[in-house]
Protein backbone atom coordinates (compact mmCIF):
# COMPACT_ATOMS: atom_id res chain seq x y z
CA UNK A 1 0.00 0.00 0.00
CA UNK A 2 0.97 3.46 -1.17
CA UNK A 3 1.99 5.98 1.31
CA UNK A 4 -1.28 8.66 2.31
CA UNK A 5 -1.02 11.92 -0.57
CA UNK A 6 -2.92 15.22 -0.79
CA UNK A 7 -3.29 16.63 -4.21
CA UNK A 8 -5.26 19.77 -4.29
CA UNK A 9 -5.67 21.62 -7.76
CA UNK A 10 -3.91 24.40 -6.87
CA UNK A 11 -0.77 22.70 -6.98
CA UNK A 12 -0.89 21.34 -9.90
CA UNK A 13 -0.25 22.26 -13.40
CA UNK A 14 -2.09 21.08 -16.68
CA UNK A 15 -3.47 17.34 -16.57
CA UNK A 16 -3.44 15.04 -13.99
CA UNK A 17 -2.99 11.19 -14.15
CA UNK A 18 -3.06 9.10 -11.35
CA UNK A 19 -3.31 5.01 -11.07
CA UNK A 20 -5.41 3.47 -9.34
CA UNK A 21 -7.65 0.15 -8.75
CA UNK A 22 -10.42 2.26 -7.01
CA UNK A 23 -11.78 5.31 -7.04
CA UNK A 24 -14.31 6.58 -4.01
CA UNK A 25 -16.08 9.93 -3.96
CA UNK A 26 -16.01 11.96 -0.70
CA UNK A 27 -14.29 11.88 2.39
CA UNK A 28 -17.20 11.57 5.09
CA UNK A 29 -18.29 8.52 7.44
CA UNK A 30 -19.07 6.38 4.58
CA UNK A 31 -16.85 7.11 1.83
CA UNK A 32 -13.56 6.84 3.96
CA UNK A 33 -15.07 4.11 5.32
CA UNK A 34 -14.74 2.45 1.66
CA UNK A 35 -11.66 3.57 0.93
CA UNK A 36 -10.16 2.45 4.46
CA UNK A 37 -11.47 -0.91 4.09
CA UNK A 38 -10.37 -0.99 0.43
CA UNK A 39 -6.68 0.08 1.27
CA UNK A 40 -6.37 -2.52 3.90
CA UNK A 41 -7.58 -4.96 1.27
CA UNK A 42 -4.11 -3.78 -0.76
CA UNK A 43 -6.13 -2.03 -3.42
CA UNK A 44 -4.99 1.47 -4.33
CA UNK A 45 -7.35 4.00 -3.23
CA UNK A 46 -7.50 7.14 -4.61
CA UNK A 47 -10.45 9.45 -2.60
CA UNK A 48 -12.16 12.61 -4.38
CA UNK A 49 -13.23 15.65 -1.76
CA UNK A 50 -14.88 18.47 -3.02
CA UNK A 51 -13.51 20.76 -0.20
CA UNK A 52 -10.28 21.50 1.43
CA UNK A 53 -8.04 20.03 3.91
CA UNK A 54 -7.71 21.07 6.93
CA UNK A 55 -5.85 20.05 10.33
CA UNK A 56 -6.40 20.74 14.17
CA UNK A 57 -4.35 24.05 14.16
CA UNK A 58 -6.48 25.30 11.41
CA UNK A 59 -9.83 25.17 12.93
CA UNK A 60 -10.90 28.60 15.41
CA UNK A 61 -14.32 29.59 17.24
CA UNK A 62 -14.59 32.23 14.39
CA UNK A 63 -17.65 30.69 13.28
CA UNK A 64 -18.41 32.91 9.80
CA UNK A 65 -14.92 32.26 8.53
CA UNK A 66 -15.57 28.19 9.77
CA UNK A 67 -19.12 27.61 8.02
CA UNK A 68 -17.31 29.59 4.87
CA UNK A 69 -14.72 26.94 4.96
CA UNK A 70 -15.82 23.76 6.21
CA UNK A 71 -19.17 23.92 5.06
CA UNK A 72 -21.45 23.16 1.89
CA UNK A 73 -23.55 26.48 1.28
CA UNK A 74 -21.68 28.15 4.26
CA UNK A 75 -23.59 25.98 6.53
CA UNK A 76 -27.23 27.38 4.85
CA UNK A 77 -28.25 23.88 2.87
CA UNK A 78 -31.82 23.44 2.97
CA UNK A 79 -34.09 20.32 2.48
CA UNK A 80 -36.86 21.86 0.30
CA UNK A 81 -40.32 20.02 1.23
CA UNK A 82 -43.29 20.97 2.69
CA UNK A 83 -41.31 22.47 5.58
CA UNK A 84 -37.93 23.06 4.38
CA UNK A 85 -34.97 21.88 6.80
CA UNK A 86 -31.77 23.57 7.16
CA UNK A 87 -28.77 21.23 8.21
CA UNK A 88 -25.03 21.53 8.28
CA UNK A 89 -23.12 19.16 5.48
CA UNK A 90 -19.22 19.51 5.92
CA UNK A 91 -17.44 20.40 2.43
CA UNK A 92 -13.91 19.29 3.31
CA UNK A 93 -11.60 16.27 3.65
CA UNK A 94 -13.34 14.38 6.39
CA UNK A 95 -16.88 15.45 5.17
CA UNK A 96 -19.74 16.16 8.11
CA UNK A 97 -17.62 14.45 10.18
CA UNK A 98 -15.42 17.26 10.98
CA UNK A 99 -18.60 19.68 11.48
CA UNK A 100 -20.53 17.26 14.06
CA UNK A 101 -21.06 16.50 17.50
CA UNK A 102 -19.79 12.56 17.30
CA UNK A 103 -22.91 10.99 18.66
CA UNK A 104 -22.47 7.17 18.47
CA UNK A 105 -25.58 5.79 18.75
CA UNK A 106 -26.49 2.06 18.25
CA UNK A 107 -29.36 1.55 16.45
CA UNK A 108 -31.49 0.00 19.14
CA UNK A 109 -32.42 -3.28 19.68
CA UNK A 110 -36.25 -2.84 19.47
CA UNK A 111 -35.90 -1.98 15.56
CA UNK A 112 -33.37 -4.97 14.66
CA UNK A 113 -35.99 -7.06 16.24
CA UNK A 114 -38.22 -5.96 13.99
CA UNK A 115 -36.14 -6.08 10.97
CA UNK A 116 -35.30 -9.54 11.93
CA UNK A 117 -39.28 -10.28 12.72
CA UNK A 118 -40.80 -7.88 9.90
CA UNK A 119 -38.67 -8.23 7.07
CA UNK A 120 -36.35 -12.02 7.87
CA UNK A 121 -33.33 -10.00 7.77
CA UNK A 122 -31.62 -12.24 10.40
CA UNK A 123 -27.97 -11.23 9.69
CA UNK A 124 -28.89 -8.07 11.24
CA UNK A 125 -30.14 -9.32 14.66
CA UNK A 126 -28.72 -7.47 17.82
CA UNK A 127 -26.94 -10.58 18.95
CA UNK A 128 -25.02 -10.77 14.84
CA UNK A 129 -24.35 -7.29 14.82
CA UNK A 130 -23.23 -6.51 18.83
CA UNK A 131 -19.65 -7.85 17.03
CA UNK A 132 -19.68 -5.52 14.56
CA UNK A 133 -20.55 -2.67 16.81
CA UNK A 134 -17.97 -3.68 19.19
CA UNK A 135 -15.16 -2.98 16.40
CA UNK A 136 -17.27 0.18 14.53
CA UNK A 137 -16.74 2.04 18.52
CA UNK A 138 -13.14 0.47 19.21
CA UNK A 139 -11.84 2.21 15.38
CA UNK A 140 -13.41 5.35 15.80
CA UNK A 141 -12.84 5.89 19.56
CA UNK A 142 -16.38 5.73 20.71
CA UNK A 143 -16.35 6.32 24.36
CA UNK A 144 -18.35 8.25 26.63
CA UNK A 145 -17.15 11.79 28.18
CA UNK A 146 -14.79 11.80 30.45
CA UNK A 147 -15.93 13.22 34.10
CA UNK A 148 -16.04 16.52 34.70
CA UNK A 149 -15.36 17.61 31.03
CA UNK A 150 -18.88 17.98 30.25
CA UNK A 151 -19.31 21.89 30.99
CA UNK A 152 -21.92 24.04 32.21
CA UNK A 153 -24.71 24.05 29.51
CA UNK A 154 -24.81 20.27 29.88
CA UNK A 155 -25.63 19.98 33.77
CA UNK A 156 -27.85 22.94 33.40
CA UNK A 157 -29.44 20.62 30.23
CA UNK A 158 -29.60 17.89 32.78
CA UNK A 159 -30.95 19.76 35.70
CA UNK A 160 -33.92 20.93 33.46
CA UNK A 161 -34.77 17.55 32.18
CA UNK A 162 -34.79 16.33 35.64
CA UNK A 163 -37.02 18.84 36.43
CA UNK A 164 -39.51 17.89 33.69
CA UNK A 165 -39.05 13.99 34.89
CA UNK A 166 -37.17 13.36 31.65
CA UNK A 167 -34.87 10.22 31.35
CA UNK A 168 -31.71 11.10 29.51
CA UNK A 169 -29.30 8.53 28.75
CA UNK A 170 -25.42 8.86 28.33
CA UNK A 171 -23.99 8.75 24.95
CA UNK A 172 -21.22 8.25 23.03
CA UNK A 173 -18.84 10.16 20.89
CA UNK A 174 -15.94 9.86 18.63
CA UNK A 175 -13.56 11.73 20.92
CA UNK A 176 -10.18 11.18 23.22
CA UNK A 177 -10.65 13.21 25.93
CA UNK A 178 -12.76 16.10 24.61
CA UNK A 179 -12.06 19.37 26.69
CA UNK A 180 -15.92 20.47 26.28
CA UNK A 181 -14.98 23.61 24.48
CA UNK A 182 -18.16 22.73 22.38
CA UNK A 183 -16.83 24.15 19.34
CA UNK A 184 -17.48 20.68 17.61
CA UNK A 185 -19.22 22.65 14.17
CA UNK A 186 -16.16 24.77 13.80
CA UNK A 187 -14.11 21.81 14.00
CA UNK A 188 -12.50 20.48 16.91
CA UNK A 189 -9.73 22.70 17.99
CA UNK A 190 -7.99 20.44 20.72
CA UNK A 191 -7.56 17.09 18.03
CA UNK A 192 -10.05 15.05 20.59
CA UNK A 193 -12.75 14.31 18.12
CA UNK A 194 -11.80 11.14 15.81
CA UNK A 195 -13.13 12.70 12.09
CA UNK A 196 -12.39 10.86 9.46
Known amino acids: M?????????????????????VVVGSGAGGA???ATLA????EVIVLEEGGYYDTADY?????????KLMRGGG???????SPVPYLEGKCVGGTTVVNGGMCWRTPEHILDEWVAERGLVDLSPKKLEEHFDV???????????????????????????ALGWHL??????????????????????GAKRST
Open 2 to 22: SDLRIVEPQHTRGDLKLDCDV
Open 136 to 162: VEEVIDARYQDPGSEGGVNHAFKRGAD
Open 76 to 82: STVMVGR
Open 60 to 68: SANVPDMLT
Open 169 to 190: NHNKRNQKHCVGSNDCVTGCPS
Open 33 to 35: TVA
Open 40 to 43: EAGL
